[in-house]
């Protein structure tokens, strides 16, 4: 088991979006968590990446408690985390923006003298052409196409080549042909590696999932494969009640 | 590189107003870096050349009062030689923060550190809190509004509201001769380029990208694994450093530190030579500070009555015409220039779209 997250629970002034949660994601498996909005999917990944504190319960990530680290501590632990919205670095060319998620030398003076090596521009070569962007590798960042920048995201996940990957709708506002790339893109890069996924398309979900948990109201619904999760009463209510 | 002929081409009084002028250049160069690359508007660096020409000062003042007569005199008395402004002050005891400025050594080092360390320090201390933006803005305004009035309250030990002045040698040369007023303007400006390389360096680097992705999206970098926190204060620090550099060869060549340099005013000021030259360009720093202090002399002299009028219009005109500085202008104007003469050198196998394409690309603003 890579990460347990055991009775996690926040609340926001009374409101609480995410109730005393239990989920576990074993080695190499690809979760996708679904659930209406405001179900508390996103907040989940906020706490596993420390971007907010939980009021109570704990995350473990292989041997180390997350709950008490900051965002980029937790990210050198090997947790890589995409954003619901793009969020690339726009006034940097795509080449620079996966070179600055090469995961070493994080301090000043280590990226003062950083220098660019032969494996450091094989590897961004290697990933552009993985996230479709290989002929785009002097373009700023502002410049792509929506589907674009959640490729170049998805390609500074790569760089970081984190053991845990959270990745927040990574399909959304893509046109039908890019969530197929889209797709055909995470399949390579989720192999070797544990991924939590939160989507909204039923058919994507279908495309990429081993297991399904369910979120509502801040907890767990129902965990399973796709074909027993579509069969599960509780959550034909959930979603077809609404 | 032109301002490597100034000294040739106009009489010594100009000469030393460029000098003067130059030294201004090092906390524009500094805001470019911190504000243009960093995102960090820091409306205090006038703090920071004050160090560097305070400290720089206390040394000159102490080898004044060891030389001059009435402070041997005095000495005699006091069994120290004391800078005349505490004599007069009644201070009778050198204070021990001022007995190290003796030494040279002592003095440069304290320049090249205490400015940066402490610049550090306060940043790192806010950004790791995650106070930024506007609210960093104000502290370091606050901090150097009350640098200026301590300096001016403490007359006995700072000069007050004078500053520290009148002192004539370094390690007894005349530092007032024309001739080592030249050598000083030569040192001003070579300190200047090699500021600007370094600061170019640092740009390009790895430092300098993250620089920009911070300033871009802040909370993104966290999840890049890097701690905004030392990577703002690094630059901060940067920033500061130049800015006592300026200072200390400010006081060097004006023989004067004096709180009117160290306040609200000369500190925002700084940030207008910055805004003025293209707050993304170090170059444009250099120059945006030149032509506003050519500015105000040039109407402070022609137009004495309404001067300061006519350089505040300046000011509103670069904002609002020219959001990118100068730097950004010279930019427009090559893009303006560079496809038309493509279309002079090849007007025959011109094809329509290729009519189109230089006429896009000079009308279009840089992004």
Redesign the interface.
Known sequence: MILSVEDLTVSFDGFTAVDGLDLAVEEDELRCVIGPNGAGKTTLLDMICGKTRPSRGSIKFKAHELTELIEYEVTRLGVGRKFQTPSTYEDLTVLENLEISYPKKRGVVGSLFFARDAALMDKIDDVARRIYLGDHLGVKAGLLSHGQKQWLEIGMLLMQDPELLLLDEPVAGMSPRERERTAELLTGVTAGRSTIVIEHDMAFVRMIAHTVTVMHQGKVLAEGSMDEIQADPRVIEVYLGE | MLLLAVPFVVDPFREQLVAKYLCFTFPAVGLVLVWGHGGILSLGQGLYFGMGSYFMAMFLKLEAAAQSNTGSALSQFYGSSLPDFMVWNSVEVLPWWWRPFHSLAFTIVAILVIPPLFAFLLAYANFRKRVGGVYFSIITLALAAMASIVIIGQQGYTGGVNGITDFKTFLGVDILSDRVKRVLYFITVVTMVASVLSARL?LA???G??L??I???E??V??????PA??KA?AFAAAALLAAVGGALFALQEGLASPSLVGIVPSIEMVIYAAVGGRLSLVGAVYGTLVVFSAKTFFSENFPEIWLYLLGAVFILVVVFLPTGLAGLAERLASVLRPRRVRVSAPVRAMPEEIDTPVEVGSAPPA
């Open positions: 640092v680097s790895r430092t990208k993250i920009v992705a300033r871009d999206r909370d993104r966290r999840f890049s694994g890097y701690n030392t990577f690094f």
